[in-house]
Each structure stands twice: as structure tokens, then as C-alpha cells.
RNA sequence: GGGCGUGUAGCUCAGCGGGAGAGCACCCGGUUUACACCCGGGCGGUCGCAGGUUCGAACCCUGUCGCGCCCA
């Protein structure tokens, strides 16, 4: 890495003068990078110094780019790494990726297919030296846009699962299991991909909705006039009648009874089958009778293996049909499907046809309709292994979040079939097993020797989420005693969609468990983490979709790319996004709107900061705990502390989206629309009068809480836009106040009670401020417009001093100016406050508009009329008055005086414009 | 068919027993020395539907309809 202009400079950066995420966030990157921030050390965590905080990354796909979803994972992912660091935690989250192995087997075949080769001409070692070399020159691109989100990893902890030491842990579980009987080889059905020509586990299949078509076809003789000799059978895939070795009925079906024990003629194929009788067919089904194909359906295999059926594999590696012996061989198997019922129908067998919607297989790497087929396999029996995984989340060692996602893990884990490790591919590890001339078995563990002489190893590799799912512990040198695993492991969290819950999880927890059997009172680890799971909390969100909701998909054509919008609004702008949107286990909607009101908050937040610095703002030990503050001062720090209590619990809950609202809402609606608006006018006062050492006073407590409030508030809000806020930061802070926001401490949750009289002070100049606000926007006096304004009357309740501050803040924020020689009062505005009743005279220098006058008072006066009306209608209600709390009446008693003032005070003006001509005026003006 | 989630303002979503909220969109006004990526003001909802519990239901219960994800 080479230094950038910044961290060549030793000096202390200026705040620029406009935001530009594109100019900051790759060169801040870097310094971070460079700085060695991102690292972890585990003898710190070893030698009792830190707490260790530890992510597991899924690893990406070697051959993908980064996604919404990924992005949104990331995002979440370096939350809680940075906030984490930022608390004192050791954190350890570790990048890398997985080789995908019939993905990057598939591209890497279609640029030999490109230039009229293939990898069996290359042969075995060529080829998979062609992808390696392939990886090194495009693949692995997803690590650059990692980083260009922010990602904040150990990049000196790559991984990769096909390097030498994460195959030695694929070698050593193997092994491991194998020996214990938990690997096995068997021919049994499974799903195959006619385009890979690999076998395929279950959750490489999607279950698609088509419309098929059903047939009707008779078995038996080809003369058979009444019918008693046939048998009718339905199927949606008519060429697999060719492999038919059966027909089955229900044992009670008293419409087949006669033909039980009986064969019938197998059309086309010339074949007598037999006609069994089997508990699992369904009666209600078409005819009652199914046929069997044992060789190409699962629930066919069951039936062939009850009875002892011969099992007849009709087709080849790429579904074409072969060894039937009839003219349909070497045909693809959907124009088979086609031949063989025209075939049918002309021999007038073809009793029915029918459109039947069925969900059937597609792989869901290249989306073809998967074969189910008899194949020899290798096979993970995972009864005892989801036991474990399932037992460990029901013990509470891995929590799930949000909770009520664990009844899918378990309705998951607990109906699991064995996995179909085996592919028929080259790029990936190689089966470890070795056969002898004589038809030896020899699985080779880690180190050890191959057979010499006459042995052959095993042509198939394993699939990738064999490894995948060792990923948490062999990235941190498993099978060795590591110091990484002893500081590390047990992880802390692991992010992933709801979607693909099983992918990660369930292999990661039943490896994991299986892996650290041993040890699982984790009586090697450091802290309080018991256990062998490879995670403490699993962490699920929801899909992204696009902004009506709909899932992206390429067919639908809305899919964003998330790289182009970091580079149009900054990666702070979709990092925030994203947060913001994730709310727990559910899905959330993005638009280019969203992010950019991303960026816009960004901007506002820089704005704000370069005010506070323009103005002199100080970062000092200790300015928000002092006593001597103004109210608004006061009002300030209590809704920051309330905010860092907030945002620090709330991501303690993973609630992301709460976490990033709060902040949103703190920094716009309170700190900068009100008081940034407020410390105008201490910090203008101290500039209109350089001798008041008062004024300069105050204005220096003011400079004091902005630097602290917004020091505080970048720290919170840093792990969701880490760019723009260490930009903002440094600068703040000055060269004393620390090298990096990175580094610096999450703000500490203090307890201190806020200030009641402080936030009434605030609601009354926000009261004040909106009523005058309101006059003025009805009677259309541009607001940028200086107004005259008169004596205010002061309510009862507030000293002439409290009364005093209150008044200079709302003319500041109301921009009214002081009488002036001609003055005139031509509009009055009266506001309830804490204390009584103020009202404000104006000169709005001209004819007021009172028909808008009366349109404001009497819709305040309706509001007002519709809040008495209701709650006199509680205080009436004796069943409310006796069972209600007792805090709840008393709000109604308080909400009722305040109505019954409102009212009046509005009848009042509205007489006072002359709009009250008789009783029923004002509670019928609301609707004119 | 099963599991889970979800139906609240035009759109996307918070709120989940006591005064219906936010962002965006929309309408009106603004060259306010932090910010037009902005400021001020405003319009907008029988909280899917039907029952029930409760003094009180968007919120709890039951039923029903719709949608989503996953599994079969």
C-alpha cells in the first residue's frame, strides 16, 4: 500500500468546503488501512487486556461482485465491528472468499468452449491450473467493492477455502467423520444437473411452479376390448415410462384388486411389469395406480426398494436417453417426452390429457430442470450432526435473532436429509479416498501417504459448502490449537438473510459442533464463552427489494447495483440507507430517493459541523456536564444522552434501523432545526457586543456544547457513516483530540436525569416559534422579511427573566425586529405556554388577510372543540373514572383544562376578527 | 399442505392497550451569510375485513381474505 497524500502529511486536515463523498472516502480508506486499524490481535485478548469481539463473514462467491443484499450484510457486519472497536472490544472480522465450484468451473469451461477447447482436452491438472490462473487475474473482484463499502477487515487474514490450509481442514473433518461412519458412499437418488453433469445437495434445487401436462396411459395388452387386463397410469414425464419396472396400487383399492400379483405389458418397451401393491400410493389420485420408475424418482426408488424392483437408469450424464434399446435413445429428454407420447397415441393408448401445475426442480445454478437419478454418491449422514446443531440453539448456546426466526431453523434442521457432498466437477477439493486393485477403500487423512502402485483416487470433488461450513474455525487454523481459536472462537455473531438461514447456518453449526466435540466446555477459551458452536447470536435480516416492494430479480429488470450508487451518493449514503431500512426479520424497499436522502442527511450533517467550526466550536473535557449551562444548553445534552442511551441499546438488540432513525431524528429535527437555531443567538449577541464580558461568556459555553454535542453524536453515528464522520471529526477535535474517529471511544451512557424545566423551556420557544411562524406564512409575509414587533405580554407563570431569554430567541428564530417610529400593531398571535397565555403584536405593514386568520382559528378552534368533546365524554364515563389507572385519568382532567382554555382563548380571537356571528359559527367553521 | 413473516397517509415503513407518526412524493411561500443536497408553512389515514375481550383496541384473542419468504 502506498502512502496517500494524507497520511504522508503529519498535519492536521482541513474540513473541505463542500461534501464530496467521492473525494474523501477512498483516500480515508486507505489511511485506515495503512494505519493498521483494521487488524486484530489476539494476544490482547489472550493476556485478559480485551474483550474479544469476533464476525463471521460468509464468504462471497470467488467469482461474484458485490450485491444489494451483500451490501446490506456488510453494512450491518461493520456496524457492529466498528461500534464494538470503538468500545474497547478486540475484533476480529476476517475476509476471504469460497471457490465455488461449479460456478467458477462453469465460466472457466465456457472461455475454453469460446476458443474450441475444453477442460477434457486440457485433462485434470491443466485445467484447474487454468482457473487458478483465472482467479488471479478477474476473480475475487467482491474484495475491492468490500472495501470500497467500508468494510472494516483483517485483510492480512484473507482466506480462501481452496488454500492449503483451509483444505487441511476439509481433509481432517473428513477423515474425522468418514472413520466414524458419518461419511458414507451409496447409490441412492439425487438431484442431477443434465448442464453441470454433477449431482446437486437439496438446497441447490428451487422448487418452480409450471404448468406440465398430465397423461393418461394404458398398460396391458394391445388388444384389451373391456379393459380388464389394463391398467391406466398418469404422469407429467412420459419418456420415463422406458425405465418403468412397476405399477403400483393401493393394497385396498378394490378397482385393482384383480390385477395385484399380475404383470402387465409395458408398451413401446415390450416388457411384462409387474403390478405391486403399496401402502403409499395415494387411492384418491387419478386412477389409484402410479408407475414406477425406480431409477429417476425418489418416491419410485422407495417403492422399487420394497418390492425388489430391477431399477433402469434410462438416461446418460446430459439427460439424453440411453440403453433403452428403442428408437427414443440419444434423444434430449424433453423431445423424448414429446416422441414417446406421440408414439403412444398413435398405438391409441393415450387415454387423457390434461394441463397440471406442479412445482418441479431447477438447479438453481443454471436453472434447468433437474433430473432426479440413481447415481452412486458420497453422502453426509447428518441425523446425529442436526441433532447437535438443533440441540445447541434449543440449549440457548447460539441465539437466534429476531427469536421468532428460530421456528424456521429448527423446522429446518429437524427434517433434514442426508447431504450429497460428491460432485462430478474438477475445480475443488478431491474426495480423499483412495480404491485398490482389488477393490480396496482407503480414506487418506491429513499428512498421511497416498496408496502407491494400482490405487486410483477418487475422481469427484466435494461440494463447496463442505468447506463453507468449516469456515468460522478452519480461517483460524483449525485443526491446530491456534491462538486465534483460543481468543477468537466460539465467534460472536454470524449476519445473513432469513432466506438463506440454512446455507451458513446449519452447516457452520453442525461442523462446528462436530469439530469442537471435544471441547466443549470451552475450557480453553478466554472469557465466559462456553460451548463449540461456531457462533454466539445469529443475526437475520430481511430480503432487499426494490421500492415497491417487488423482489429484484434479472427477469423483472430491477435489480440495482449498489457500487453505482456509492459512487453517485458515497458509500456513507448507502450504508445508511441500508441500516436504516433494517428493521429486524423483515424485508425493506430501496430507491435512488432513499439513498439520496442519504447523502442529503450526510450534507446537512457537514453543513452543520462547518457552522459549529465557523463559529468557534471547542471540543473540551467535561463541557456537557457542567452545571452552568443555558436552558437550551441543558435541553441539548439531556436528548444527546438520551440519544447515546438509545442508539447504544438498541444495537446491543441489533436493531439497526431504530438505531439509525434515532440518530437521523436527533441530528436534524433537534440538533440542527432548533438548537443550532438557538445558538445563533448567544454567538450573535457575543459578536454585536466585543466589551460584554457576559456575552462573550455565554457565547463561549455555546461554542463548548456544540463542539461536545457534535463530538459525541459523529462518535454515534460513525459506525453507519464511517466517511464523512472521521472526515468531520479530525478536524473537530483538533490535532490534540486524536488520530482517528475510528479509534476514539463509544460515548459513555451517563446518568444523568434530565432536566424537566430545561425541555419546558424548549417546547415553549418551539410553541412560540410556530404559532408566530404560522401567522406569518397565512398572511404571506416571506419569511427571509424582517417584522416589527411590539411589547410581548408575558403569561403569569414565567419571571420577567425566564420571559426575557424565551423572547430574544423566538424574535431571532421568528427574524421579528424591534418597534420602529410608525409602529402599528396589525396582527396579534397568542401561544399557551408552560406558564399562561403570551400573545404578540406585529406590523405586518399593510391589510391583514383575515379571512386567513379566521380559517387558522377556526381550525384550532375545531381541534380544540373535538379534544373537549372528548374528554368530557371519558370524565363521564363512570366505568372509565373507576377502573381506569389513575395516571390516566388524571392525563384526560389534564388534557380537558387545556381544551377548555384553548377553547376560549380561540372564541375569543375568532370574536375578535368578527367571524362569530352566532353560536354554531365557530364549530362549524373547521370544514369552510 | 406445513413453518415463519406481513397487511397503517399516493409510495416505503415505524408504532403493537390510553391524544394516528416518519421518510419520500404532492401543494403554497422563500437568493433567511451552516445547508436550495436547503428553510418555513400545508394537504393527506372508517390502521385489510368480521366478530370477541376490555372502562378503553391500530395494538390482545378468534375467524376470514390478500401478499411475501422458505419447506414439502
Keep these: 500500500m502506498t502512502a496517500t497524500p494524507e497520511t504522508a502529511d503529519q498535519g492536521q486536515p482541513e474540513l473541505p468546503a463542500k461534501y464530496d463523498p467521492a473525494a474523501i472516502e477512498v483516500p480515508t480508506y486507505q489511511r485506515w488501512r495503512a494505519a493498521g486499524y483494521f487488524k486484530a490481535d489476539e494476544q490482547r485478548v489472550l493476556s485478559g487486556e480485551r474483550r474479544p469481539f469476533s464476525i463471521v463473514l460468509p464468504p462471497p462467491n470467488v467469482t461474484g461482485n458485490l450485491h444489494v443484499g451483500h451490501a446490506l450484510d456488510h453494512t450491518l457486519m461493520d456496524v457492529l465491528a466498528r461500534w464494538h472497536r470503538m468500545s474497547g472490544d478486540e475484533v476480529l472480522w476476517l475476509p476471504g472468499m469460497d471457490h465455488a465450484g461449479i460456478a467458477t468451473q462453469t465460466l472457466v469451461e465456457k472461455q475454453l468452449a469460446s476458443v474450441g477447447s475444453s477442460r477434457e482436452a486440457l485433462?485434470?491438472?491443466?485445467f484447474v491450473q487454468r482457473v487458478w490462473d483465472w482467479k488471479a487475474e478477474s476473480g475475487g473482484a467482491i474484495l475491492g467493492q468490500m472495501a470500497r463499502l467500508g468494510d472494516s477487515v483483517d485483510w492480512d487474514r484473507e482466506r480462501f477455502t481452496l488454500d492449503d490450509g483451509l483444505s487441511a481442514a476439509v481433509q481432517t473433518i473428513f477423515k474425522q467423520l468418514y472413520d466414524e461412519g458419518l461419511i458414507y458412499r451409496a447409490e441412492r437418488i439425487i438431484n442431477w444437473s443434465p448442464v453441470g453433469r454433477t449431482a446437486l445437495s437439496d438446497i441447490e434445487v428451487d422448487h418452480v411452479e409450471v404448468d406440465g401436462e398430465l397423461v393418461s396411459l394404458r398398460y396391458g395388452p394391445d388388444d384389451d376390448p373391456d379393459g380388464?387386463?389394463?391398467?391406466v397410469v398418469a404422469t407429467t414425464r412420459v419418456e420415463t415410462m422406458l425405465g418403468d419396472t412397476a405399477v403400483a396400487v393401493h393394497p385396498d383399492d378394490e378397482r385393482w384388486a384383480h390385477l395385484i400379483g399380475r404383470t402387465v405389458l409395458l408398451p413401446i418397451v415390450g416388457r411384462e411389469i409387474p403390478v405391486v401393491a403399496d401402502e403409499h400410493v395415494d387411492p384418491a389420485f387419478g386412477t389409484g395406480a402410479v408407475k414406477v420408475t425406480p431409477a429417476h424418482d425418489p418416491n419410485d426408488f422407495e417403492i422399487g426398494r420394497r418390492h425388489d424392483l430391477p431399477m433402469i437408469d434410462i438416461f446418460a450424464v446430459d439427460a439424453s436417453v440411453e440403453g433403452t434399446g428403442t428408437r427414443f435413445d440419444g434423444m434430449d429428454r424433453f423431445e423424448a417426452r414429446r416422441e414417446v407420447k406421440e408414439e403412444l397415441r398413435r398405438q391409441?393408448?393415450?387415454?387423457?390429457?390434461?394441463?397440471?401445475r406442479h412445482a418441479v426442480g431447477h438447479s438453481s445454478r443454471t436453472d434447468e430442470p433437474i433430473e432426479p437419478r440413481l447415481s452412486t454418491q458420497w453422502f453426509v449422514k447428518v441425523a446425529p450432526l442436526a441433532a447437535a446443531a438443533s440441540e445447541a440453539v434449543r440449549r440457548g448456546d447460539t441465539a437466534i435473532h429476531p427469536p421468532e426466526m428460530a421456528a424456521r431453523y429448527f423446522d429446518w434442521v429437524d427434517n433434514m436429509h442426508d447431504w450429497t457432498i460428491s460432485r462430478q466437477l474438477w475445480w475443488g477439493h478431491r474426495i480423499p479416498v483412495w480404491y485398490g486393485p482389488d477393490g480396496q477403500v482407503r480414506c487418506v487423512g491429513p499428512g498421511e501417504e497416498p496408496p502407491g502402485e494400482g490405487w486410483e483416487q477418487d475422481p469427484d470433488v466435494l461440494d463447496t459448502w463442505f468447506s463453507s461450513g468449516l469456515w468460522p474455525f478452519s480461517t483460524m487454523g483449525w485443526p491446530q490449537q491456534t491462538d486465534t481459536?483460543?481468543?477468537?472462537?466460539?465467534?460472536?455473531?454470524?449476519?445473513?438473510?432469513?432466506?438463506?438461514?440454512?446455507?451458513?447456518?446449519?452447516?457452520m453449526m453442525m461442523f462446528g459442533l462436530y469439530a469442537f466435540r471435544d471441547t466443549a466446555d470451552g475450557a480453553s477459551s478466554p472469557g465466559d464463552r462456553t460451548g463449540a458452536v461456531p457462533f454466539r447470536t445469529v443475526v437475520l435480516h430481511g430480503l432487499v427489494r426494490d421500492q415497491y416492494g417487488k423482489k429484484m430479480s434479472k427477469s423483472r429488470g430491477n435489480v440495482v447495483d449498489p457500487l453505482a450508487w456509492i459512487e453517485e451518493y458515497g458509500a456513507d449514503a448507502v450504508r445508511f440507507t441500508l441500516a436504516r431500512g433494517a428493521n429486524p426479520g423483515t424485508d425493506q424497499a430501496i430507491a435512488e430517493d432513499w439513498v439520496k436522502g442519504s447523502r442529503n442527511f450526510a450534507t446537512k450533517l457537514f453543513n452543520a459541523v462547518r457552522f459549529a467550526m465557523g463559529n468557534g466550536a471547542v471540543v473540551r473535557e467535561g463541557a456537557l456536564d457542567t452545571d452552568d449551562l443555558a436552558p437550551a444548553d441543558r435541553w441539548i445534552t439531556d436528548r444527546l444522552r438520551a440519544t447515546v442511551a438509545a442508539t447504544t441499546r438498541l444495537l446491543e438488540d441489533f436493531q439497526f434501523a431504530k438505531a439509525a432513525e434515532g440518530l437521523y431524528h436527533f441530528i436534524w429535527d433537534e440538533?440542527?432545526?432548533?438548537?443550532?437555531?438557538?445558538?445563533?443567538?448567544p454567538l450573535q449577541t457575543a459578536a454585536a457586543h466585543p466589551d460584554d464580558t457576559t456575552a462573550q461568556?455565554?457565547?463561549?459555553?455555546?461554542?463548548?456544547?456544540?463542539?461536545?454535542?457534535?463530538?459525541?453524536?459523529?462518535?454515534?453515528?460513525?459506525?453507519?457513516?464511517?466517511?464523512?464522520?472521521e472526515t468531520l471529526w479530525r478536524p473537530l477535535v483538533g490535532p490534540d483530540g486524536g488520530e482517528s474517529l475510528m479509534i476514539a471511544a463509544w460515548p459513555q451512557d451517563a446518568?444523568?436525569?434530565?432536566?424537566?424545566?430545561?425541555?419546558?423551556?424548549?417546547?415553549?420557544?418551539?410553541?412560540?416559534?410556530?404559532?408566530?411562524?404560522?401567522a406569518r406564512a397565512d398572511q404571506r409575509v416571506?419569511?427571509?422579511?424582517s417584522v416589527p414587533s411590539g411589547e410581548w405580554t408575558r403569561p403569569d407563570g414565567l419571571s420577567s427573566a425566564a420571559w426575557a431569554v424565551l423572547e430574544a430567541a423566538a424574535r431571532t428564530l421568528t427574524r421579528l425586529g424591534p418597534a420602529d417610529a410608525g409602529y402599528r400593531t396589525s396582527l396579534t398571535v397568542t401561544v399557551p405556554l408552560s406558564g399562561g397565555t403570551a400573545t404578540v403584536g406585529l406590523d405586518t405593514s399593510g391589510v391583514i388577510d383575515v379571512e386567513a386568520e379566521i380559517a387558522r382559528a377556526r381550525k384550532d378552534l375545531g381541534a380544540a372543540e373535538q379534544e373537549l368533546a372528548e374528554a368530557e365524554r371519558k370524565l363521564g364515563n363512570q366505568n372509565f373514572m373507576q377502573r381506569a389507572k389513575p395516571e390516566a385519568v388524571q392525563k384526560i382532567r389534564d388534557r380537558h383544562t387545556q381544551a377548555l382554555a384553548d377553547v376560549d382563548r380561540l372564541t375569543a380571537r375568532l370574536a375578535e376578527l368578527g367571524a362569530l356571528t352566532g353560536p354554531a359559527a365557530g364549530s362549524g367553521g373547521q370544514s369552510a
Design 485 to 507: 481459536l483460543r481468543a477468537f472462537y466460539p465467534t460472536s455473531v454470524l449476519v445473513t438473510g432469513y432466506d438463506i438461514l440454512f446455507f451458513w447456518v446449519v452447516r
Design 228 to 231: 380388464s387386463a389394463s391398467i
Design 123 to 126: 485433462g485434470r491438472d491443466l
Design 782 to 785: 416571506p419569511a427571509s422579511r
Design 697 to 725: 461568556q455565554a457565547a463561549a459555553t455555546t461554542r463548548a456544547v456544540l463542539g461536545g454535542v457534535l463530538d459525541t453524536v459523529l462518535r454515534l453515528l460513525h459506525p453507519f457513516m464511517p466517511f464523512v464522520t
Design 751 to 774: 446518568d444523568r436525569p434530565a432536566d424537566p424545566a430545561a425541555q419546558a423551556w424548549v417546547d415553549d420557544v418551539i410553541r412560540l416559534v410556530t404559532e408566530i411562524r404560522r
Design 348 to 356: 391409441g393408448r393415450v387415454v387423457d390429457e390434461r394441463v397440471h
Design 671 to 681: 440538533l440542527c432545526d432548533w438548537y443550532l437555531e438557538l445558538a445563533k443567538v
